[in-house]
């Protein structure tokens, strides 16, 4: 009982005022980078197999306890996780099954609506390939994860809620046409991918994000993908100072979004230094949680 209740108060959380958890023992831990298997995907609550354009994927997902039949859940994409996915998986804050449910939770008893945690493939047990990241391959396994979800927990309408390469998947998956989203809440996103990695030397010959690819899926070309929903709310937050996705590449966004004729935000928020990225406050889960609800209201 205290070592649950040491794991539950050390659940990971984006931001970097979270403590670092436990690390989980082998047979617990969920696997990184990993080939999509059917027989290690089974059809049971917490596993997605979906099969979009570019080859089926297991898609993890972990939810709140009350996530069935709910009229409003927030799903949350984490933000890149490279800089921990090749060590073992042992040693990833936060990497087991129940260490990311109890996380669930506690965001759901925080913001006072049914909560998911969707991990990003090749993360969290995702299958996938991390370094893919930000292309094609990623976003439409996402999307197709999120039509599963919605069918099987009879889920009525979504709120986005991503920070960093999370922010730009919810981008990412509005722009590919998703339906059905109260509010997108995208926290220090990644937009203008091939001018950011110039501004951060990253780029390789100009040609290349900063993952070193050219297949890269910039939300910000493809502006003219998201469906019309004057009900809808899409709200962006950063800071001006970010050293990781610059904040004018996010107002470029925002000023593209808002000219083709939808309802958009650009706010401010205090950040941690030095690099003004990881916003403070648990800006982003207040700000989703409140727009969930006001979207539930008559």
């Not at 998956?173 to 809440?185: D, E, M, Q």
């Not at 926290?187 to 297949?215: I, K, N, P, V």
């Not at 979004?257 to 403070?280: C, M, N, Q, S, Y």
Request: hydrophobic share 40%; net charge positive; aromatic share 6%.
């Amino acid at each position: 009982m205290l070592l649950a209740l040491a794991q539950a108060a050390c659940a990971q959380r984006t931001g970097p005022d979270v403590p670092r958890a436990f690390a989980a023992s082998n047979d617990e831990v969920l696997h990184w980078n990993q080939p999509a298997e059917r027989a290690n995907c089974p059809d049971r609550p917490g596993y997605l197999w979906v099969q979009p354009a570019e080859g089926p994927a297991c898609i993890r997902y972990f939810a709140s306890g009350d996530i069935e039949g709910a009229r409003m859940a927030i799903v949350q994409f984490s933000g890149d996780r490279d800089g921990v996915m090749d060590q073992a998986p042992e040693r990833i804050p936060g990497n087991t099954e129940a260490l990311r449910m109890l996380d669930a939770q506690r965001s759901r008893d925080r913001a006072g609506v049914p909560w998911v945690f969707m991990a990003r493939p090749g993360t969290y047990g995702s299958s996938g390939d991390h370094r893919k990241r930000r292309q094609l391959v990623e976003f439409h396994a996402l999307d197709a994860a999120l039509d599963a979800l919605m069918q099987r927990h009879k889920l009525q309408r979504l709120t986005l809620v991503g920070h960093s390469g999370g922010a730009t998947a919810g981008a990412a998956l509005l722009t590919l046409g998703r339906t059905r989203v109260a509010c997108a809440v995208l926290t220090s996103g990644a937009y203008g991918l091939l001018e950011r990695a110039r501004l951060l030397g990253r780029s390789q010959d100009g040609r290349t994000d900063t993952t070193g690819s050219t297949q890269f899926y910039d939300p910000l070309d493809h502006v003219n993908g998201i469906v019309r929903d004057p009900a809808r709310r899409i709200v962006l937050i950063g800071n001006r100072d970010d050293r990781n996705t610059p904040f004018a590449l996010q107002q470029r966004f925002a000023d593209a979004v808002a000219k083709a004729g939808h309802r958009i935000e650009l706010r401010t928020h205090a950040a941690e230094p030095p690099e003004f990225h990881d916003l403070k406050d648990r800006v982003a889960l207040l700000t989703a949680s409140q727009c969930a609800r006001e979207a539930m209201l008559p």
